[in-house]
């Protein structure tokens, strides 16, 4: 799910950000370092705007800087120029390499046919798919057009790679997938929607693997308790994910591994 927002800009930030910037390339990412020491209130002002465009602050000696996947200067200069930037911001939770292993693992994979990604972001869940299993066949789903950009690549190169569409929650469902392997967007219990709707594209037998929020499995709130509710109608399985797992893509929210299995024929 994708938000846009109004970023003001007053002038003294807009001035750091044109001239006191210092900009470098390092591990095929984007540094931005603020070249003179400020006081606490600009620096914050300036931090904002810094991680509206998708900025981190990175501590580590080789980096020590707000670190960007993308260069963002040229949304920076056509932005600040206005006196404010309009972000659209992603919930952009890259899964780590070694927790796609593990949910991939524990789909099975090498034994399933058609595999769905509802929300693929940089493709790494695919690709790491095909690497196990070469004839698997493989559809994606991904609302960040830059993201997309890199998945139509990779749709273009492999014939078993194929775009389903770009917003996962509009389309129809069809039971036409043998195994869904996902991390979807947490924000607003996005997980519980997300889940519910790709449950709708399993086919009979088929095995749902999902990364999500550890809030969805003890909050009182109502989604959430009828979440847990549906899930224990099926064979199950959820396992913890240490703190930080998520720390390079800019957060430390908790979250859990869900396995759900769709009964044969009858059920589901």
Known sequence: MATTKKIDVPEDVKSILLNQMEWVEIEGKTIGRIIYPLDRPTYVRVNKVLEALGGRWDRRKQFRGHVFDEDPRPDLRGGVENGYLEVTQYDSFYTPHEVVERMLGLANIEDREKLLEPSAGDGRIILQAIARNPILRCWWCEVNPKAQLALRGFSDEKETITELREDFMEIEPFQGFDVIVMNP??????????????????????????????????????????????????????????????RESGTMVKARIVVIDKPHKSGG
Do not use: C, Y
Request: overall charge negative.
């Open 185 to 246: 967007p947490f924000s607003r219990r996005q997980d519980i929607d997300h889940v519910f709707h790709a449950w709708e594209f399993l086919k009979s037998g088929g095995r749902l693997v999902s990364v999500m929020a550890e809030g969805t499995f003890f909050t009182q709130e109502n989604r959430a308790v009828m979440f847990r509710e549906w899930m224990e109608k099926f064979h199950n399985d959820v396992v913890d994910l240490p703190v930080g797992t998520f």
